[in-house]
């Protein structure tokens, strides 16, 4: 088919049928986002309502436990827990003696030398040296006293040499007037060993 037309007015049919392709797709484009608003619209009511009626559920969950009889047991629960951190902070701060009297009771002694009393404490803080040849304790350690009588010098000197060898026990300290008298002494010493933990002296 021939067009016969004049240019201007080709000019002008073209120029009108883009018109309205532009007014085509500007009407498509619009009704889209229409859509997408009516979409998100839809969308946002419904979220609100899930979150009134969550919102409601968890209200009435709320009232349902607030009974006398769950806020008792809700009671219970808290004081049970309070005592259960207090009886962990105890433990975590116990002297495990059996771990300690087995270290001493291990140290070997001569014949004629004889435990009295032993007493065992925990150290809290760094105490200064009773004397030049005392260390000072160091914090966390056990410190152990011990007073006996030896027959001799000699065995007392053999009970200090073993206790010296015990890799367990350190800061070793006899005072001077222990070794005054060459017999039927009244001994008292003290020295540090660390403490054992229940699951380390089980081990052993």
Sequence with gaps: MINLLPPKEKE??????????????????????????????????????????????????????????????KNLLQKYNTKLIKIDAFYKKEIYFSGILKTILEIQRPNGLSLISININKTKEDNPPQSTTQKTLRTGNIKVTISGISDTRDNLLIFKRNIENNKEIENLYFPPYDWIKPKDINFYLTFETMQLNKKNENSK
């Excluded at 839809?42 to 409601?56: A, Q, R, V, W």
């Design 12 to 73: 002008e049919l073209i120029l009108e049928k883009n018109k309205k392709l532009v007014v085509i797709l500007g009407n498509v484009v619009l009704i889209s986002l229409v859509c997408l608003a009516l979409v998100l619209f839809s969308l946002k009511f419904y979220i609100l309502g899930e979150i009134s009626s969550e919102k409601s559920f968890l209200d009435n969950t709320e009232k349902k436990y607030q009974n006398p009889d769950f806020l008792h047991f």
